[in-house]
């Protein structure tokens, strides 16, 4: 069982960037497929990013196709999420995801475990 912790979030300006880490313990962090949710107050938790085991696979939603970017260092057990050009809409919680296919998928249900989340703030 991997648990994971999200950190990097903050309060940014329209235009910015942040990067977020998720740092993962207690299992074999090059089995699991790593997802980047958000959630913002009201709506549903929506995929962001994910990458596969090896890290040579990513996927995003048209909607963040080329401002944001997820990697991850396995000899580090730890995902990144480098988000660019930053807009008020992205804002949210944004959580870490990992599931043991290795599969990416957009749904929430197709992840075992959770992290607690990290607040992004995007200021007009």
């Known amino acids: 069982q991997v648990q994971l912790v999200e950190s990097g979030g903050g309060l940014v300006q329209a235009g910015g960037s942040l990067r977020l880490s998720c740092a993962a313990s207690g299992g074999t962090f090059s089995t699991y497929t790593v997802g980047w949710f958000r959630q913002a107050p009201g709506k549903e938790r929506e995929f962001v990013a994910g990458v596969r085991r090896s890290g040579g696979s990513t996927d995003y939603p048209d909607s963040i ?48 475990y959770w992290g607690m989340g990290t607040q992004v703030t995007v200021s007009s």
């Open 65 to 112: 196709k080329g401002r944001f970017t997820i990697s991850r260092d396995n000899a580090k057990n730890a995902v990144y999420l480098q988000m660019t050009v930053l807009k008020p809409e992205d804002t949210a919680v944004y959580y870490c995801a990992a599931r043991s296919g290795s599969a990416i998928y957009y749904r929430n249900s197709a992840y075992d």
